[in-house]
C-alpha cells in the first residue's frame, strides 16, 4: 500500500508518496487543469491512502478519489492555508489508521 500526502491548490498539487513495501519516499508537483494530476491517481494503485490538505475548488478532487478506489483522509474543506505540507499530510493519513 502507498500513503499519499497531498497539499492541494486549485491550479496543482504538491504530492509525498510513501510506499509502505519499499520505505521510499518521492514527491511531486502536479499541474490540476492539464490532467496531469488526475492520470497520476489514475495510475496509483488502489486503494491508496490519501492525507488532504485542501484549499479552493477541491470537490472534483476528492470525488475522483473516491472513484478511483483510494482511501481519502483529513480533508479541510475551505479553509486556509497553514503552514502544513504533503509530507506532514502523508503522515496524519498514516496516523489515522493506528488503533
Same mark, same amino acid.
Given at each position: 500500500?502507498?500513503?499519499?500526502? @497531498?497539499?492541494? &491548490?486549485? +491550479?496543482?498539487?504538491?504530492?509525498?508518496?510513501?510506499? $509502505? !513495501? /519499499?520505505? !521510499?519516499? #518521492?514527491?511531486?508537483?502536479? %499541474?490540476?487543469?492539464?490532467?496531469?494530476? !488526475? +492520470?497520476?491517481?489514475?495510475? $496509483?494503485?488502489?486503494?491508496? $491512502?490519501?492525507?488532504?490538505?485542501? @484549499?479552493?475548488? %477541491?470537490?472534483?478532487?476528492? !470525488?475522483?478519489?473516491?472513484?478511483?478506489? &483510494?482511501?481519502?483522509?483529513? /480533508?479541510?474543506?475551505?479553509?486556509?492555508?497553514? #503552514? +502544513?505540507? %504533503?509530507? %506532514? @499530510?502523508?503522515?496524519?493519513? &498514516?496516523?489515522? /489508521?493506528?488503533?
Amino acid at each position: 500500500m502507498k500513503i499519499v500526502g @497531498c497539499d492541494f &491548490h486549485p +491550479r496543482w498539487q504538491q504530492v509525498a508518496v510513501f510506499d $509502505l !513495501e /519499499t520505505g !521510499e519516499i #518521492s514527491e511531486w508537483k502536479l %499541474s490540476n487543469g492539464d490532467g496531469e494530476a !488526475e +492520470r497520476f491517481y489514475r495510475e $496509483l494503485e488502489a486503494p491508496a $491512502l490519501v492525507g488532504v490538505e485542501a @484549499c479552493g475548488n %477541491s470537490q472534483w478532487f476528492l !470525488e475522483l478519489l473516491e472513484r478511483l478506489g &483510494h482511501q481519502v483522509r483529513g /480533508t479541510r474543506r475551505g479553509m486556509r492555508r497553514t #503552514s +502544513r505540507d %504533503s509530507h %506532514s @499530510c502523508a503522515k496524519d493519513a &498514516h496516523e489515522g /489508521t493506528r488503533p
